[in-house]
């Protein structure tokens, strides 16, 4: 066990990823949802409005997709040389329709006769990207990864399950409740409305998803039924479920509220309760069923150069997200 003073580091980074995860999972879940969104919308000014409420932030929201991997590459080599070949396929589909959003949102700028090819382009990059995220922790979750003498020995499509395709599409709708209730406090007019009305078929998707994959995982992963359904863990975790439920019912009464941000906030505080729920299902493994955080660590040394590196790198990007958000605040009108 590696420790600094007092800390545990692996437990430290293992926080510390989930933290990053978590950022990531909201800040490009809502830039993925608008996207994902684009082709509901009711008329081609609307979807022009969705578009320019993502132009000041959206590539930065992916440096937290780049530091979540930096952390588990440095902190947990052991499960990063696992997870990979295990993942090459949705990874790469991944980057690709990431790749996609980046050449589409540029062009799509530049308008003319081709501006409906990139505005699909967008749609069909961020669709992939979502699915493919989600269809990688239903896998994760799921423990389909098989390894053998420390390496990945398992097939290209294994992570394809019935499992794992539910949760990719789940994800998918939860990133469109997202993109749908950022649209309602960035957006008014017609482009409020008709996110109001997106806002709430996505949340009854994302609810039915949630509770789908919420029944499924301890019926599939005897281990993780222990986990939730025993004493005292029961008592522990029971708060997150609650939690979700709580912001699942915020978010279905304030759609027609007059505070544009509580649909958006509520939405968010379900995701965290269902990433929590994620977590807590498969703590403290680095991937389930086959090791631990502390036996994926590196070692101590470059777990201490690592820590230091991610304490003084977090703090700048944090700030630098946050005067983006603050100097581009407000809503984004017809121009």
Known sequence: MSTLGNLDLPVVFAVSAAFVIALYVILDGFDLGVGI????????TDRDIMIRTLAPNWDGNETWLVLGAMV???????????????????LALMLFGLVLRGVSFGFRSQGGPLSVIWTTTFTGGSAVAAFCQGAILGSFVGGTIQVADGHFAGGPFDWITPFSVATGLGLAAGYGLLGACWLIWKTEGTTQTSSRKLALVTLFLTGAAIALISLWTPLSVPAIADRWFTIPHLLSLAPLPLVAAAAW????????GPRDWVPFLCAILLFLASLGGLGAS???????????IWDAASEPRTQAISFFAIAGIVPIILAYVGFSYWTFRGKIGAS
Do not use: D, E
């Not at 969104?37 to 081609?44: D, E, I, N, R, Y």
């Not at 498969?282 to 631990?292: C, H, L, Q, T």
């Open 282 to 292: 498969v703590w403290p493994y680095a991937i389930p069923g086959v090791m631990n």
């Open 37 to 44: 969104l684009l082709p509901f919308a009711s008329h081609p």
């Open 249 to 256: 019912a915020g978010a279905l009464r304030s759609l027609s």
């Open 72 to 90: 588990l590459w440095t902190a947990f080599p052991g499960a990063f040389a696992i997870l990979i070949p295990a993942y090459y396929v949705p």
